[in-house]
């Protein structure tokens, strides 16, 4: 334990604090595993992170506008911050869907700084390929054998699959970025700060997750091993605690903990503050977010009450869970998203209306919220 911190950290000041913390993230994920809105909670938790996490680095994005952007239903041009934050936002989600360690990788590290193939190319293939070639044969083995046209089915899937092994064979050109100095620092090695940042990383098995997971982010800030991306820190951070077994049941909203705790991280702070200051912030996290599950199922049931009595082919039920997962629902996205017609989607907003909130206070361009 000493390698990885100080010779003068005093773990008396540490022990309290993160035990604290360490209950109550425990706690929290225990509870989202038997929740009925778990899956809300968590699409909702992607949104209000990206948003955080612009917000750390001094910028404003609404939270409505990311929703509606991620939808592809913008109300206006997306903007520099709004675009970085779906960036974020694409990041979360793909931690999230992998194996709770890949993003520790070095291939997962790769890929999520935009240095790799991309995830799954190698491993997807390609459309009309092998599992083209594999139902045809089925429906041919089904037919009679009489069919004429077997001969030429096998021809076809034969050529198929051979230009399939050659696609997954043939490897993407490196990506190229501007090296002439206007964006990017010459002197700033990142594969050198990114192998010293792996090293500190390393250092930390020994380490509880919790822990370990305060002295990886504070490494990030410190070393700051990409240029562009410093957001992907408490990314990363979120998912060693993943791959510790501490959070199993969701991607902890680092970014959304710093912003709701009353630490502001200084130059001048010693290395016990800033482990403190994590693990004050992460309990911040915890009871901010077991409130706000709550909240989600308390509006479930209020929601679920309109849909009693209904036809079994209703779409109510479908916008409920709309509702739930997302932060703001308009009429274009409730259309978009049900497959219905925008004149249906205002009706059936209009029947939840009670249990919603109007955002806009306009008669046209409206949004709610779940109250």
Known sequence: MGSAFPASVSFERLQAPFESASDALARFDERLRSSPVAEAFVLRAHFHDACAALWRAGEFVQLEDLVLHDAGTDVRTPTHELVRA???LLTRRRI???EPGWALTTDGLANLRGAGRP??????????????????????????DETILTGEFAEIDELLARTSRVIERSEPPPLKRDDSGLVYDED???EARLAEWRECLGRTQNLPPLMAASVALDAWEEIEPLQRSAWL??????ALLRSRGKTRHCLTALHSGFRQAKYRRAGRDDFESRLVAFACAIETMAKADSKELDRLTLARELLL???????ANSRMPQL??????????TVPFAAKELRVSQQAATTMIGELSSNLRELTGRG????????
């Open 86 to 88: 779906h960036a974020v």
């Open 119 to 144: 995830h799954g190319a190698a491993h997807e293939p390609a459309t009309g390929s092998g599992a083209m070639g594999e139902a045809a044969d089925r429906e041919l083995d089904d037919e009679d």
């Open 320 to 329: 409920v869970d709309l509702c739930l997962a997302s932060p703001v629902v």
């Open 305 to 311: 009450r309109k849909c009693k009595g209904r036809r």
């Open 364 to 371: 046209r361009y409206r949004a709610w919220a779940v109250v």
């Open 188 to 190: 700033w090695d990142e």
């Open 96 to 98: 999230a869907d992998c």
């Open 233 to 238: 820190g408490p990314l990363l951070a979120a």
